[in-house]
């Protein structure tokens, strides 16, 4: 029996992220993500593209390398809620008749989806928990390893086979001290390694970064001092940050009220992660917070806030520079919530690396600039292991293969040199694959 890896996305790219495993007669995908480079600038239109328009504008992964595995597939699964995971699934799912695994979490969050892009799914959607596991068919089981990251209910996902796990670590860092949710479960990597674990699909995004990934609760620390460390009195204060980042929102919250300032969240991704992660109780912001999805719909109400802009703290939508976010409708005076010179622009977020939404970031920074408001950027840290995490990742595990994913060649190759400095040979057990290759084990 053997066992065949088939990668088709994120393994040229930082997104995009799509994963096959073939064992014998039966197979998985993991993940069915879109480049958010390429998915932005589309964003408007895209309901109108087909999925073959959306491959060739390389926003989602090509997956013509595994059609020949259509009747084989058993499972389509999910590991955890952020676009460049889940946002292709609804112009490629249906190809395969087969359910779809998740979190509950991201679960909420495809079924947004589906009204959004008014596309049905006609794929059976499964939840289970993290740390649990799901017999998919004969040969393969499903397991969730609850790990964090920077949304809710993130999961390593371990493929059980008859040749041993394959572990898909894509996503994950090790935070010490969470702001929501509980750590990764180390307890059962250590099983993993005790067990045979054929191979790991390992996160490359910062393994150039020779550190450890801090803990949330430092970007916590970070915000304080920003937020309630300045001379603040009187001024407009706009935060942005990643609207599915739950834990950030709620450091947000918790400091603006330290401040006595409101909070209004602004913007539709925000309101539907909010919303999402508020139905399943790991949230209450809206008690205490004001959600506004549209700002074309409440002008008259943000004409007051405009007004009366020290009692609020205004958390809107855009972090990356997205020309059609909120932050840049504000900055482009499109709504009648304005910046004013010495208004607080925080950004609570990194930015992507990928070169149009850097573009786009640097743009909406030279606007700011140009209005004189006072920047803070990167207050922030990191869900991605760096390197010294994917280290203890594989002295943990202790993987047969190693094969890293999630990061152009660059990022890739990074993992590859730390796997030879472990003991592993590239070529022999360390495996550079492209969006379109596959190996065997
Ligand atoms: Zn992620």
Redesign the pocket.
């Known amino acids: 029996m053997s066992v065949k890896i088939y990668a088709l996305g994120g393994y040229n790219e930082v997104g995009r992220n799509m994963t096959c495993v073939e064992v014998e007669n039966e197979a998985v995908i993991l993940d069915m993500g879109v480049y958010m480079d390429r998915f932005v600038p589309l964003q408007d239109e895209i309901k109108q593209c087909s999925t073959k328009t959306l491959i060739n504008e390389d926003v989602i992964p090509d997956d013509r390398p595994i059609h020949h595995l259509k009747k084989k597939m058993k499972g389509i699964v999910l590991?955890?809620?952020?676009l460049?995971?889940i946002g292709a699934v609804s112009w490629m799912s249906s190809f395969y008749d087969c359910p779809i695994i998740t979190t509950p979490y991201t679960n909420r969050i495809l079924q947004l989806k589906e009204e959004n892009d008014g596309i049905k799914l006609t794929n059976k959607l499964i939840s289970i928990s993290p740390n649990s596991s799901y017999k998919l068919s004969d040969k393969i089981e499903i397991e969730f390893i609850l790990a964090t990251?920077?949304?809710i209910q993130?999961s390593m996902t371990n493929v059980i086979t008859p040749k041993g796990n394959i572990l898909y670590s894509?996503?994950y860092k090790f935070d010490n001290h969470p702001v929501i949710g509980q750590t990764t479960n180390k307890q059962r990597l250590r099983q993993l390694g005790k067990e045979h674990t054929l191979a790991l699909i390992v996160d490359s995004t910062n393994a150039e970064k020779e550190n450890k990934t801090y803990s949330e609760s430092v970007a916590k620390e970070m915000l304080r001092d920003v937020i309630l460390g300045m001379e603040t009195d009187g001024q407009g204060m706009f935060v942005s940050t990643f609207s599915?980042h739950i834990a950030r929102l709620k450091t947000i919250m918790d400091v603006s009220n330290n401040l006595g300032r409101e909070v209004i969240f602004l913007g539709r991704s925000l309101f539907e992660y909010i919303n999402a992660a508020e139905q399943l109780d790991f949230v209450n912001f809206s008690d205490t917070a004001e959600m506004i999805k549209s700002p074309y719909r409440c002008k008259k109400r943000l004409e007051e806030i405009n007004k009366n802009k020290e009692k609020y703290l205004v958390v809107a939508t855009g972090s990356q520079g997205e020309p059609n976010a909120t932050l840049s409708k504000i900055i482009n005076e499109d709504i009648p919530l304005h910046l004013n010179a010495n208004d607080f622009v925080i950004f609570a977020c990194g930015v992507i690396p990928t070169p149009m939404i850097q573009a786009n970031r640097r743009m909406l920074e030279h606007k700011i600039h140009h209005k004189k408001g006072r920047i803070f950027k990167d207050i922030h840290v990191s869900?991605?292991a760096s390197r010294e995490d994917i280290r203890d990742l594989i002295k943990i595990v202790s993987p047969e293969h190693i094969i890293p994913g999630h990061g152009d060649m660059g990022k890739l190759a990074s993992v590859a040199t730390l796997s030879t400095d472990m003991g592993y040979t590239l070529g022999k057990n360390v495996h550079l694959l492209q969006n379109g290759q596959h190996v065997r084990l």
């Open positions: 590991s955890h809620a952020h460049d995971h990251h920077s949304v993130s894509l996503d599915s869900g991605h």
